[in-house]
């Protein structure tokens, strides 16, 4: 029997995925150290209780959108929500991308971007960060000028590099592209500026946001977009009718109400990615300034791929960064975890160095 072949450009570029090994201490996927609150946890259990299952969830997600607009200041027409924001990057390429459509990514970048935009028959255009890992505007605009790119995706803080774009930068952008802007804003709440007070339904911008890092919500798989009605609207119709579960849609209604309990976890992390950026600064490798709850450092005198494999032997892992092609060799990417989860890696790390 003749079995048919899938598409040979179906798999995910080489080096992305990370081998999730069984360690004590987990710093290698950005998600939140801490639990949700455990109020969330009981209001999530008694709203169980009164759904409806052999009914279809609200198809339009009404009060999860509303819940959202509240929290961002703008309506809930200018909200669209997914299962984790990696659906969210799946329909801007489905709906705006395509055969015959472009997409520029500006590396290193997150993998994602280009990925999902291959998988939907965009093609994808490249362009390349400065040194410092920031984004250069003249590039941009050269890259534009020539590729006139239905979808720029830019990251902010950008993973794996953790740094952000400043706002003029992302005036300057919006003014020159001729096509949607992305802004993954999946670390966002850790940094001090977001691109949401931007969006405007007579702009082409759109940002995504993720319930997996700030909201301590991985599991939960919940994202959402802040954007022009017009965007949201065409989102609507790649979107699989009920796509979202109608658990999902309550347990992130309910989040919403923890904003509190949030901010507070974020701060944690943010005085913890301080704290573990300067013990880094101590050691004997190089560090970038993050504005996200993960760092990226580059061992000077040791392997990175070395580096990694000591850290593994003393029950630490960190993302495997350091055969990534658009970054410099020998980079590893570690998430901020809880005090005692980070003095268990900066040990490990000055033990292996
Ligand atoms: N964007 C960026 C920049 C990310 O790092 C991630 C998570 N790795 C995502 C999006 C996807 O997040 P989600 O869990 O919401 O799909």
Known sequence: MIFPDCRADLALRDGYHSPQVD???RLNTNESPYPPPEGWRRDLASAIENVEFNRYPDRAATRLREALAGLHQVRPDQVFVANGSNEVLQSICLAYGGPGRRAAVYEPTYALHSHIAHLSSTEVVQGTRRDDFSVD???????????????????????????????????????????????????????????????????????????????????????????????????????????????????????????????????????????????????????????????LFRPKSRKGDEVWHGLVDRGVLVRNTSNWPSLPAGCLRVTVGTGTENDAFLSALEETL
């Open 23 to 25: 360690v004590a201490v």
């Open 137 to 295: 505007v003249d590039q941009v605009a050269d890259v534009t000028a020539a590729a006139r790119p239905d979808i720029t995706f830019l990251c902010s803080p950008n993973n794996p590099t953790g740094n952000a774009l400043p706002a003029v930068s992302a005036a300057e952008i919006l003014e020159l592209s001729p096509g949607l802007v992305v802004l993954d804003e999946a670390y966002g709440d850790f940094a001090d500026w977001s691109a949401i007070s931007m969006v405007d339904d007579e702009v082409p911008l759109v940002v995504t946001r993720t319930f997996s890092k700030t909201w301590s919500m991985a599991a939960l798989r919940l994202g959402y977009l802040i954007g022009p009605a017009r965007v949201v609207a065409s989102l609507e119709r790649v979107a699989l009718p009920y796509h979202l579960d109608a658990l999902k849609q309550i347990a992130g209604r309910l989040a919403v109400a923890y904003g509190d309990e949030m901010r507070r976890r974020v701060a944690a992390i943010v005085s913890e990615r301080r704290r573990l950026q300067g013990a880094l600064e101590n050691l004997d490798v190089d560090v970038w300034p993050s504005e996200a709850n993960f760092l």
